[in-house]
């Protein structure tokens, strides 16, 4: 269990088209419920949720973006710095041209505005309950041309793989802001045993160089 006085804060956006299910999925692990109909999210919202993490506690700060193109713009204020990205995809989309074309635009948005080098990307499967497309992980992984991400399927209406989706996400980034955390410490810590040589000056006064 962590003696650490301070809660450290794990950041995580979520992107992708509107309408993918990107609230639903906030609305489901946040607050345990499925709205059939959910009002498109205007910019961006915001979610926090206090979580354990093998008796470490943390908060989980939770974007979630607006899909719409005239929103596009605002998009990278939000995702930057941040140590977790889902980036999802409709599994109802009847056109495969679409989802690459969609996976392409957001991916290129992450290489290019998210400064975060240790970040985690993690693929997210929406709407896996009412699902058009048939094809299995490794199809879509050929489909897309995506073999480093982790890969997860998910139905915010039947509460499926919601849970292990945030859980591994929070879990895999905590140790990377623990390092973060601690890479900060050292450096403030040799600041101050390092500070500023003294030396003695003949006029028996001190002088800083």
């Given at each position: 269990?962590?003696d650490?006085?301070?809660?450290?804060?794990?950041?995580?956006?979520?992107?992708?088209?509107?309408?993918?299910?990107?609230?639903?999925?906030?609305?489901?692990?946040?607050?345990?419920?499925?709205?059939?109909?959910?009002?498109?999210?205007?910019?961006?919202?915001?979610s926090?949720?206090?979580?354990?993490?093998?008796?470490?506690?943390?908060?989980?700060?939770?974007?979630?973006?607006?899909?719409?193109?005239?929103?596009?713009?605002?998009?990278?204020?939000?995702?930057r710095?941040?140590?977790?990205?889902?980036?999802?995809?409709?599994?109802?989309?009847?056109?495969?041209?679409?989802?690459?074309?969609?996976?392409?635009?957001?991916?290129?948005?992450?290489?290019?505005?998210?400064?975060?080098?240790?970040?985690?990307?993690?693929?997210?499967?929406?709407?896996?309950?009412?699902?058009?497309?048939?094809?299995?992980?490794?199809?879509?992984?050929?489909?897309?041309?995506?073999?480093?991400?982790?890969?997860?399927?998910?139905?915010?209406?039947?509460?499926?793989?919601?849970?292990?989706?945030?859980?591994?996400?929070?879990?895999?980034?905590?140790?990377?802001?623990?390092?973060?955390?601690?890479?900060?410490?050292?450096?403030?810590?040799?600041?101050?045993?390092?500070?500023?040589?003294?030396?003695?000056?003949?006029?028996?006064?001190?002088?800083?160089?």
């Amino acid at each position: 269990m962590s003696d650490r006085l301070t809660t450290l804060h794990i950041k995580c956006v979520i992107l992708g088209e509107a309408n993918v299910g990107k609230t639903s999925l906030i609305t489901r692990y946040f607050y345990g419920k499925f709205h059939q109909f959910c009002e498109s999210t205007i910019g961006c919202s915001f979610s926090n949720k206090a979580i354990d993490i093998d008796g470490t506690k943390y908060k989980l700060d939770v974007w979630d973006t607006a899909g719409q193109e005239k929103y596009r713009g605002l998009m990278p204020m939000y995702y930057r710095n941040a140590d977790i990205v889902f980036l999802c995809i409709d599994l109802t989309e009847r056109n495969q041209s679409r989802l690459i074309e969609n996976y392409n635009y957001w991916t290129s948005q992450i290489s290019k505005h998210s400064d975060n080098p240790n970040r985690i990307v993690v693929l997210v499967g929406t709407k896996q309950d009412h699902r058009l497309q048939s094809m299995t992980e490794e199809q879509i992984r050929e489909l897309l041309k995506e073999n480093d991400y982790k890969y997860f399927e998910t139905s915010s209406k039947s509460n499926t793989g919601i849970t292990e989706l945030f859980q591994y996400a929070a879990k895999t980034a905590s140790s990377i802001v623990d390092e973060r955390e601690k890479q900060i410490i050292d450096t403030a810590r040799n600041n101050l045993t390092i500070g500023n040589p003294i030396i003695k000056q003949s006029g028996g006064g001190y002088s800083c160089c």
